[in-house]
T-cell receptor, first 112, second 112 residues
């Protein structure tokens, strides 16, 4: 089955700097790659996703890139703000056939 | 009202007791999931259901059972709770073509 590795497990950045979180997956049939943000005391919330027919997707300060050949994808957050502090999860699946398999999460701290 | 509601939010129970965690949704989606979150281990799939008559085991189903009472309701039971089932439990829903998950706020379960 699918296996998703996520790095780093913790990340601290200064406010205004960029943050990058990387994930690799094992099943070449996976073609849906979402990212979730979990704030303290809340459930994870979808922030951006990408499908395998595109290499990059942007939404304001957040972008995700996908390299299907290398089987890895990354989350990029620019101009970080204190409210970006949270735990971020990547995931992968074959949509319609299999549930999401999640990485172990990255705790991002943005230091003001 | 929240799209995905989990009850209870917090529960402390004793070893050997049976406990049920409930999940209901108003999104009208067919697909429902139960995940468990432990520090450093991310989100691991317990059970999932793609429609009312469909139940599937996930990665860590031992010690758990589920019931899909209706399209909108999916319950998770611990038949005889043990301390290593202490964790944060999340219910999630998704559509057949709306791949992103909507999570509930979670149930924090402590088994003493």
């Amino acid at each position: 089955g699918e296996n998703v590795e996520q790095h780093p497990s913790t990340l601290s950045v200064q406010e205004g700097d960029s943050a990058v979180i990387k994930c690799t997956y094992s099943d070449s049939a996976s073609n849906y790659f979402p990212w979730y943000k979990q704030e303290l005391g809340k459930g994870p919330q979808l922030i951006i996703d990408i499908r395998s027919n595109v290499g990059e997707k942007k939404d304001q300060r957040i972008a995700v890139t996908l390299n299907k050949t290398a089987k890895h994808f990354s989350l990029h957050i620019t101009e970080t703000q204190p409210e970006d502090s949270a735990v971020y999860f990547c995931a992968a699946s074959i949509p319609g056939n299999t549930p999401l398999v999640f990485g172990k999460g990255t705790r991002l701290s943005v230091i003001a | 009202d929240a799209d995905v509601t989990q009850t209870p939010r917090n529960r402390i129970t004793k070893t050997g007791k049976r406990i049920m965690l409930e999940c209901s949704q108003t999104k009208g989606h067919d697909r429902m999931y139960w995940y468990r979150q432990d520090p450093g281990l991310g989100l691991r799939l317990i059970y999932y259901s793609f429609d009312v008559k469909d139940i599937n085991k996930g990665e860590i189903s031992d010690g758990y059972s589920v019931s899909r009472q209706a399209q909108a309701k999916f319950s998770l039971s611990l038949e005889s709770a043990i301390p290593n089932q202490t964790a944060l439990y999340f219910c999630a829903v998704s559509g057949e073509k709306d791949y992103g998950y909507t999570f509930g706020s979670g149930t924090r379960l402590t088994v003493v």
